[in-house]
T-cell receptor, first 116, second 115 residues
Framework: GAVVSQHPSWVICKSGTSVKIECRSL??????MFWYRQFPKQSLMLMAT?????????EQGVEKDKFLINHASLTLSTLTVTSAHPEDSSFYIC????????????FGPGTRLTVL | AQSVTQLDSHVSVSEGTPVLLRCNYS??????LFWYVQHPNKGLQLLLK??????LVKGINGFEAEFKKSETSFHLTKPSAHMSDAAEYFC?????????????FGSGTRLQVQP
């Protein structure tokens, strides 16, 4: 149980295009989903927290107009990187909390974004 | 505010020897503490969690951790390392009384296991 999937697992795009990443909780209802980014050989940095049906809460320094988050249902959250640039290249990881997980989060496998 | 310090960025052990990955935390409230493992190019897997029950927590794959409030530590141990344990390990804290607050990650410890 407690499986979280992400799609796509990797994506390469041209500078200036937008990329959408999906995060799904497959076997539980996720009341809260989180989006992180991880640079090579570094730890995870929280970008934003989203609760189903409400606006996401962004961490300081994260541009909400650039990283659009939608949490339309209890099993799906999407992160859209708008007008991507090479510096947005990173490993994006989502996690979900809900059901009987308490404060533990279950993580997706991550999406590697490369912007050319 | 909450924070986590992983005292070693790299730990190298021989297969079959004990593993100790050190973690100290700071939390304004009663913390929940976790250890996650990340294998190369993979997502994170929860190894174990402490949420105010028993201070010695047993996790998957033979790992365990002990919550020591007086030392503000939550070190991860395993009696005998296996080659498959080689990965990045993250100590994580969450303030249980702050509602939606997400997890705060340590900087990670890379565990190498020598044959």
């Amino acid at each position: 149980g407690a499986v979280v999937s992400q799609h796509p697992s990797w994506v390469i795009c041209k500078s200036g295009t937008s990329v959408k990443i999906e995060c799904r909780s497959l076997d539980f209802q996720a009341t809260t989903m989180f989006w992180y980014r991880q640079f090579p050989k570094q730890s995870l940095m929280l970008m934003a927290t989203s609760n189903e049906g409400s606006k996401a809460t962004y961490e300081q320094g994260v541009e909400k107009d650039k990283f659009l988050i939608n949490h339309a249902s209890l099993t799906l959250s999407t992160l859209t990187v708008t007008s991507a640039h090479p510096e947005d290249s990173s490993f994006y990881i989502c996690s979900a909390r809900g059901g009987t997980s308490g404060r533990a989060e279950f993580f997706g496998p991550g999406t590697r974004l490369t912007v050319l | 505010a909450q924070s986590v310090t992983q005292l070693d960025s790299h730990v190298s052990v021989s297969e079959g020897t004990p593993v100790l990955l050190r973690c100290n935390y700071s939390s304004s409230y009663s913390p929940s503490l976790f250890w996650y493992v990340q294998h190369p190019n993979k997502g994170l897997q929860l190894l174990l969690k402490y949420t105010s029950a028993a201070t010695l927590v047993k996790g998957i794959n033979g790992f365990e951790a002990e919550f020591k409030k007086s030392e503000t530590s939550f070190h991860l141990t395993k009696p005998s390392a296996h080659m498959s344990d080689a990965a990045e390990y993250f100590c994580v804290v969450s303030d249980r009384d702050t509602g939606r607050r997400a997890l705060t990650f340590g900087s990670g410890t890379r565990l190498q296991v020598q044959p």
